[in-house]
């Protein structure tokens, strides 16, 4: 069994986390000290503010049906709790705003997976950590691990009171947490009993302090823009007297000021900031990098750390101290772990600017890699496979929809076994030379990829083993990082053409434009997986199990969220008579012939 993580090594792997939700199940764990099938379970309307610690935030742990049946405390509608536990402002910023970015319901569960699934999610984040750092990582670390984790930093570098982290963890006994718990000397007791020394770490309740404005500015949904909020925020603590975002310039050589706080760009333009500096060598390596005193910084401490989300390095965001300290490791840490946020946080306001942009950059992109799954089995089989679709199944697995023309399904099938990060194939329809099928794609996908650093792909194909991607980025977005970060993952991945395009008013039907912006993410998901997996099909091409299954979720969830897919979709069409909400017992107008 894998102990605790040290420090470095758990920062290691919730920075390897791919996902914004793979980092929650980590830090779920790690930081909450919540066990695999609790994680499951929590939900938005669970974590609240304490009343008696401002700024702290509590989560309340839902039962299990296996422990529900004793006198356990209850939520105030009933619903018995396990316990609550505290969760770190950061941690709760973060859920927060993943709350809001993928439409939760208050019901809805953070994590709306498996136990098992959680357990695979950890188990693949530290086989990436350990591929990317030197991390003491491998694929036996578990949610069990992370408990342990969460255990030592309370008891051993924290010194919080065992009673306080056994009730938080929900330990059945002190005696768990003894092998954590060194024997005390007679000093040591005496600093205990009377209390005449401080335990916590000053280091790390510095990093909290000084770096949480910025987190705190990330989840506020009124705020600016995300690179102009955090740096906003960070000043608001004294420890910094300067923050700003800088992006790569076209060529490479120098940096451009997207935002600043407490400076002026053209100040920063003067210190000779776009010539370069270690902001650039983060945004180049992927990792944070410091200085103890330059013209840029004017001759102050300071550190940058890149703002990335998935491979695509957005730019870096630097804070410059307001004293000649220089930045501790707790606040690099938690300043790598802000920028983090902030990649995320663009790519998603990406996402936005492509849904309501007049003009866009549309890019197609070729690859014969035969990493690419289109490109192996086309050659593979000599066929052409059209994608039709893609659904999220979680944050970090899509299924897709084909369409193959000149290849028999049990053929198809044969690729996919031997396929890396391909799998699950389902065949929704057969025809005289070709069928119609879907797959499960966890890698190995230029589509995915694409998606990932905030595309919407507008066409995809393959012939003879090589794949043609189009794609619309929002009007103005520098392709360059974008192209890099593919090719990392598809050695001869090829930008084949670039050009600014108006979006036609009818490239959209109007019924899709009236109800776009009524689904969430999770009911478009289910809504267009029932589409393309002929759940509408008479007779079905799957059924809603089958459909439920390929999705990853249960049978009842899928129907939730089609069931309100479903209502948004007759709302748009019934427009008049969807501007109030309908609820039981309430009647419609009829019309004259009803």
Request: net charge negative; glycine share 10%.
């Amino acid at each position: 069994m894998v102990d605790g993580l040290d420090a470095d090594t758990y920062d290691a792997l919730v920075t390897a986390a791919e996902t914004y939700r793979a980092a929650l199940v980590v830090r779920l764990a790690g930081e909450a000290g919540l066990r695999t099938e609790e994680i499951t379970r929590v939900a938005p309307r669970h974590l609240r503010g304490a009343e008696s610690v401002a700024g702290a935030r509590l989560l309340a742990v839902p039962a299990g049906d296996d422990e529900s049946a004793g006198g356990e405390p209850r939520l105030s509608d009933g619903e018995p709790v396990d316990r609550e536990t505290v969760v770190p402002a950061s941690l709760a910023a973060d859920l927060d705003r993943y709350a809001t970015s993928e439409g939760l319901d208050e019901d809805d569960p953070y994590v709306d997976v498996s136990p098992r699934r959680v357990q695979m999610i950890v188990s693949e984040t530290a086989a990436r950590a350990a591929g990317l750092t030197d991390a003491a990582l491998d694929e036996r670390v578990t949610p069990s691990a992370l408990r342990k984790t969460f255990a030592r930093r309370q008891l051993v570098d924290r010194g919080v009171d065992p009673r306080a982290v056994r009730d938080a963890g929900g330990w059945e006994s002190l005696g768990t947490l003894d092998p954590y718990l060194d024997p005390l000397d007679g000093e040591a007791l005496a600093a205990a009993i009377a209390g005449d020394e401080g335990t916590a770490d000053p280091s790390a309740e510095r990093a909290t302090r000084t770096v949480l404005p910025g987190f705190e500015a990330l989840a506020d949904p009124g705020s600016a823009a995300p690179p102009a909020a955090v740096a906003s925020g960070l000043i608001e603590a004294d420890r910094w007297a300067e923050a700003w975002v800088v992006r790569r310039a076209v060529g490479g050589e120098r940096a451009d000021v997207a935002t600043a706080a407490g400076v002026d760009r053209e100040t920063l333009a003067d210190r000779g900031v776009t010539a370069g500096g270690p902001w650039l060598d983060a945004i180049t390596d992927g990792a944070p990098a410091a200085t103890d005193g330059r013209q840029g910084t004017a001759g102050r401490p300071a550190v940058a750390v890149p703002a990335a989300y998935e491979g695509v390095v957005h730019g870096a965001l630097c804070v410059v101290a307001a004293d000649g300290d220089p930045v501790g490791e707790p606040e690099r840490r938690a300043l790598a772990a802000l920028g983090g946020c902030l990649g995320r946080a663009i790519t998603a306001d990406r996402w936005r600017e492509l849904l309501h942009s007049d003009a866009v950059t549309e890019v197609e992109f070729h690859t014969t890699d035969e990493r690419a799954f289109l490109a192996r089995a086309s050659e593979r089989l000599g066929c052409r496979i059209e994608l039709a679709s893609t659904v999220d199944v979680d944050d970090d697995v899509s299924r897709a929809y084909l369409s193959v023309d000149g290849a028999r399904p049990q053929d198809v099938a044969a690729v996919v076994e031997s396929a890396p990060g391909v799998s699950d194939f389902r065949v929704i329809e057969t025809g005289e030379d070709g069928c119609s099928a879907s797959v499960r794609l966890a890698d190995g996908s230029l589509v995915r990829a694409l998606i990932d650093h905030g595309a919407t792909v507008r066409d995809a194909s393959a012939a003879d083993g090589r794949v043609r991607v189009v794609a619309d980025f929002p009007e103005g977005t520098n392709v360059r990082p974008v192209a890099d970060g593919l090719r990392d993952r598809f050695a001869d991945v090829r930008l084949a053409s670039k050009e600014s395009v108006a979006r036609s008013p009818r490239t959209e039907s109007s019924l899709r434009d009236g109800v776009a912006d009524r689904f969430t993410d999770r009911q478009w998901a289910a809504l267009s997986a029932a589409y393309h997996g002929g759940y509408f099909d008479w007779p079905r091409g799957s059924t809603a199990e089958e459909v439920a299954d390929a999705m990853g979720v249960s049978s009842p969830t899928f129907h939730n969220h089609l069931r309100k897919a479903q209502r948004a979709l007759l709302d748009g069409v019934f427009e008049d008579d969807a501007d109030r909400p309908i609820r039981d017992g309430d009647e419609r107008a009829t019309s004259p012939g009803g």
